[in-house]
C-alpha cells in the first residue's frame, strides 16, 4: 500500500499542469483553514474547501490516463483503480485531519459554536461521499455526473443557508443549542466516511474500468497526449 502510495505521488508529478493543482489545492486547503477560524464554522461551505486537495488529486492521476504509454502500461488498472482510491484516501484523511484539529479547538473554546461545529463536520462527511462519487463518475460520464452533482450540492447550498438565515430571524433556540451528536461521534462519522467513500471509489472505477475515459473531461489533456 505505501509503495503504491509513493509510486502515485511520483506520477502525478507528470500529470498536466502538476505545480498549478498543487497551488490551487494549497489555497483551497489554505483557505478553509483561515475561514474556519474567523467565522468558527458558521458557515459550512468553508468546510468544503479542505477536499480540494483530494480533487485536484484525482484529476492528476487521471490526466495521466492519457498519455498513450499509461493506456499500454501493465499498471494501467492499477492506477486508475487501487491507486487513486489510496491516493484519494491519504489526501483527505490529512485535509479532514488538519479540519478537524480546528474543529476541535472552536469546539472546546467557543461554546456557542458547538452546534455549528457538529453540523459542519456531519456536512462535510455527506460532501466527502458527493464529491468521491462525482470525481470517479466525471472521468466515464462527465455530463450525467456534472448534472447529479450540481443538484446535489446546490441542495446542500439551500439547506445551509435556509438553516443560517433561520437562526438570524428566530435567534437561538434550544433544540439549536444541543448537537445532534457529541464531537467525538461526528469525528469518527467523518473518518467513516472517508473510509465509504474510498470503497465506493474502488468498487466504480473497477466495474467502469473498460469504459472509455470522457472526452469531455479530458479534452485538454487528450488534445495534448496525441
Known sequence: MIGDLNLS???????????????CASIFVLLGFIMDIVAHTTNSIIS???LFGMVFA?????????????????????????????TCMFI??????????????????VEDRRVYVINSILIVSAMILVFNLYMIGATKFYWIA????????????VF????????????????QTVPVVSFPIAVLICYGAILLGGGLIY???TLFYRREYSKMMFKAALERAK
Open 146 to 157: 456534472t448534472i447529479l452533482f450540481m443538484i446535489v450540492f446546490m441542495g446542500f447550498f
Open 58 to 86: 484525482a484529476q492528476l492521476i487521471s490526466t495521466l490516463n492519457a498519455s498513450q504509454m499509461v493506456q499500454s502500461s501493465p499498471y494501467k488498472k492499477k492506477l486508475q483503480t487501487r491507486m487513486m482510491t489510496i
Open 92 to 109: 483527505e484523511f490529512v485535509s479532514v485531519t488538519v479540519m478537524l484539529i480546528v474543529k476541535a479547538v472552536i469546539y472546546y473554546n
Open 203 to 205: 468498487l466504480l472505477s
Open 9 to 23: 505521488f511520483k506520477l502525478m508529478t507528470y500529470g498536466l499542469q502538476f505545480k498549478m493543482s498543487v497551488i
Open 48 to 50: 468544503a474547501y479542505y
Open 160 to 175: 445551509i443557508m435556509r438553516s443560517t438565515f433561520q437562526s438570524i430571524s428566530h435567534g437561538v433556540n434550544t433544540e
